[in-house]
């Protein structure tokens, strides 16, 4: 079976792209560098170096997707912050480019289109676990608005054109490979810096906010098997979250060290995913461990 992974040298995408190799099937990696780096493409797979945003973006994606059955959409500007910083960049790359892709998908009759949405769609919502339907979408950042509105267009074009899309919903994604330097950067790996320069952790707010933390496997499972699934997803939409959360000063006390208040910023209080239907629709179950991997982390940090 043929695949794309659009955004494939970046941090989720590139583990997607090497799962998917690992099993046999052929991959095309389409990503412009701009948060990934070359290395981080297995050298099985396909590259086009390429921005999805370029005024081409249409046709030159159509070309390249021509016998492909399954696209794997993670391209993005990702992160909270920097959107507020620069929202006109990032509408171009979270929506512009999304439709873009979408687009050509539509052209060439992909199967389907499996899309990186975000969990910072549900804003400072007051539902815990907050569950997908039913839940008031009031995204706080540029960036929560534009995932939001990359997986309406999902829907769309599943609703008005066929072309079968499914949404996964992240919540906070850790793990192997995540940025470790720039405004993409997790806590985990700010902390991570932080801890391995015997730096202060530096905080905002009062540290008491609380995150459902998500192992990247965990979403390259999820991936797989909404892109798997042999019945058409419609643009359903699912939560990918471990179930669980902690408080940014629970994650500091894992870190251990002193601790540094930086400043007071506009945020979700809490994240916590009610993971029920993933886990029912595709038998999907979260194997991360947030205390495990950073000691783990910690020592690799150390070495």
Known sequence: MKHAVIGGAG???????????????????????S???????????????????????VKVISDLLYGVDTVYLTAALARVQPSMVDPVTFNKVNVNGVLNVLEACRKVKVRRVVYSASSSAYGDTNVFPTPEEGTEKNPLSPYGLQKY?????????????????????YFNVYGEGMPLEGAYRTVISIFGEQYKLDKPLTYTNDGEQRRDFT?????????????????????????????????VNEVMDMFGGPREFLENRIEPNCTLADNSKLREKFGWEPKGDLPTFIERYKKDLKS
């Not at 192992?215 to 471990?242: E, Q, W």
């Open 149 to 169: 509105i990359g997986e309406q267009y999902c829907k769309l074009y599943s609703q008005i054109f066929d072309l079968d899309t499914v949404s996964l919903r």
């Open 215 to 247: 192992y990247v496997m965990d979403v390259v499972a999820a991936n797989i098997l909404a892109g798997d699934n042999l019945y058409p997803l419609n643009g359903d939409v699912f939560n990918v979250g471990n179930g669980d959360n902690f408080s």
């Open 35 to 57: 948060t990934g780096t070359c290395e981080n493409v297995n050298e099985k797979a396909k590259f086009h170096q390429f921005d999805i945003t370029d005024s081409v973006a």
């Open 11 to 33: 941090f989720i995408g590139h583990h997607i792209v090497n799962k998917l190799i690992e099993r046999g099937d052929d991959v095309i990696v389409i990503d412009n560098l």
